[in-house]
């Protein structure tokens, strides 16, 4: 059985009769057992998927209505609720907790008949950009696997990356499926704020974070986008763009397009490879007709700071809830009294979410706000301003997706300040809530490299049709696993 298809191509093959929905997720399975020791994608993964799958076969032999998904095996970053499946944010917090609802975006893959594989690893509650922060140990890159994957819905880009599954669910609050997706050599996509509802999925930084598709073309993002975008009560800022067919017109390419190299993101630390890589990309661009120009957004340098102190504080206030009570209770009471018990069960986070909650705790206090907390609101409204004048200019913006090559794991770990400076090309779309979307463009020493396209507000369609434009350009060897 051929993995190594697209999700159209799979939903194709199914329709036409050529595979059955049943074998190829049960190859998808086996693969997983063979090769997953060594990358550590899934946390878990869903016995019943099989079995899942012929249902849908069966249902296409009986002549019935089929979803738009035909079985298609797709996996669920683990801080997406599916009912009655564990949901651990790869947590010791929440390592028995199971999901007593769907969120929104199960629910309507489930109505498109998608199988879902397994639920994938991450940094723990989304926190990091390497998964070397889960609780149960890192995903490994399958280009190499001494070298991250990238974060932190690094299990998902991995398991698109080696034909674990066809598709895969991540969440991206600063850069998470964006990142992985660049260092993994897969798509990422993170959608203009509000297109796809985040209920069920677990808040870290809920007003700038979305979900958003892992996939192996341009067009799979698309497809997944038809099913994934609208309003949705649950989710009060979603928005309506139910409209869009983001698959249509989809191949009208980017000729006269204007195109901003933002220089913010090519300067300081930036990996000479990247940046020469990122020069090829925009040659390529221009040979397709479009119009490219450098572009500087002034207050790029102070995103960085101000989305963790943003996210940080969202974060207090969104994992305050976790007092082993409410969630995941597996401690007796008996014998403390409120405070010593709090911070006994509250000892369970990892380093990286306790770090972010003492951040969190005192950024936005009294006496310090008006330092930090809000300080970080003007920047992250001054940068909305900057990136809006900017698109009366430019069609859409251009920066490599992640500004160093794939490190080792273990490189970084006890370098926190140097790992949040490496967001520093993607939390803009998060504070400004632009689209954004990382294509693999290159290798450097058998190493992924991704590029990032960015659209103004909304501009999800015309943004897939320049991502398109640019994966056409694109021919890179299979990922050596
Ligand atoms: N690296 C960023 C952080 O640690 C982004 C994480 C994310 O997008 N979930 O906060």
């Not at 975006?105 to 989304?126: P, Y």
């Not at 369970?348 to 705790?361: A, C, D, Q, T």
């Not at 992250?380 to 794939?406: H, M, Q, R, S």
Request: charge should be negative; charged fraction near 20%; hydrophobic fraction near 40%.
């Amino acid at each position: 059985m051929n993995l190594k298809i697209s999700a159209l191509e799979f939903v194709n093959e199914v329709k036409n009769g050529n595979i059955s929905a049943e074998d190829f997720v049960s190859a998808t399975i086996d693969r997983i057992k063979n090769i997953d020791e060594k990358l550590h994608a899934f946390l878990q993964v869903n016995l019943k998927a099989v079995e899942q799958a012929s249902q849908v076969d069966k249902k296409i032999r009986s002549g019935e209505k089929v979803g738009a998904c035909f079985g298609m095996p797709i996996s669920i970053k683990d801080n997406i609720c599916i009912k009655h499946s564990k949901t651990t944010c790869a947590s010791k917090m929440l390592e028995n907790f199971v999901a007593p609802y769907n969120a929104t975006v199960i629910s309507k893959l489930k109505e498109q008949d998608a199988v879902f594989v397994g639920k994938t690893n991450l940094d723990e509650f989304a926190m990091g950009l390497t998964t070397e922060f889960s609780a149960y140990g890192p995903s490994r890159n399958p280009w190499n696997t001494d070298y991250v994957p990238g974060g932190s819905s690094g299990g998902s880009a991995v398991s698109v990356s080696a034909f674990e599954c066809v598709a895969s669910l991540g969440s991206d609050t600063g850069g998470s499926v964006r990142n992985p997706a660049s260092f993994c050599s897969t798509i990422g996509y993170k959608p203009t704020y509000g297109l796809i509802s985040r209920y069920g999925l677990i808040s870290y930084a809920n007003s700038i974070e979305q979900i958003g598709p892992i996939t192996r073309t341009v067009k799979d993002t698309a497809f997944l986008l038809n099913i994934l975008s609208g309003l949705d009560p649950n989710d009060n800022t979603t928005i309506d763009n139910d409209k869009d067919d983001y698959l249509s017109g989809i191949d009208s390419g980017i000729e006269g397009k204007k195109i901003g190299l933002i220089q913010e993101m090519i300067e300081e630390g930036v990996d000479p490879d990247i940046l020469s890589i990122t020069n090829a990309a925009v040659s390529k661009l221009e040979g397709l007709g479009a119009v490219c120009e450098d572009v500087s957004i002034d207050m790029v340098k102070y995103s960085v700071a101000s989305y963790y102190t943003i996210s940080a504080t969202e974060a207090g206030s969104n994992l305050a809830r976790y007092d082993n009570l409410r969630y995941g209770y597996d401690f007796p009471v008996e014998g403390f009294e409120f405070n010593s018990y709090i911070s006994k069960v509250r000892s369970k986070f990892g380093p990286e979410v306790i770090r972010r909650m003492i951040l969190g705790g005192f950024v936005p206090s009294t006496g310090h706000a008006g330092k930090y907390f809000l300080k970080a609101l003007k920047v992250k409204n001054k940068l909305t301003k900057e990136v809006n004048d900017v698109f009366k200019k430019f069609d859409y913006l251009i920066a490599p997706t992640v500004p160093i090559l794939p490190f080792k794991i273990g490189e970084k770990i006890d370098d926190p300040v140097a790992l949040f400076q490496i967001d520093i090309n993607t939390v803009m779309s998060n504070l400004t809530g632009i689209p954004s979307i990382s294509v693999p463009f290159a290798l450097s020493n058998g190493l992924p490299v991704g590029m990032q396209l960015l659209a103004k507000q909304n501009e999800d369609k015309s943004l897939l049709q320049a991502a398109r434009s640019l994966e056409t350009t694109v021919q890179l060897p299979e990922v050596p696993i």
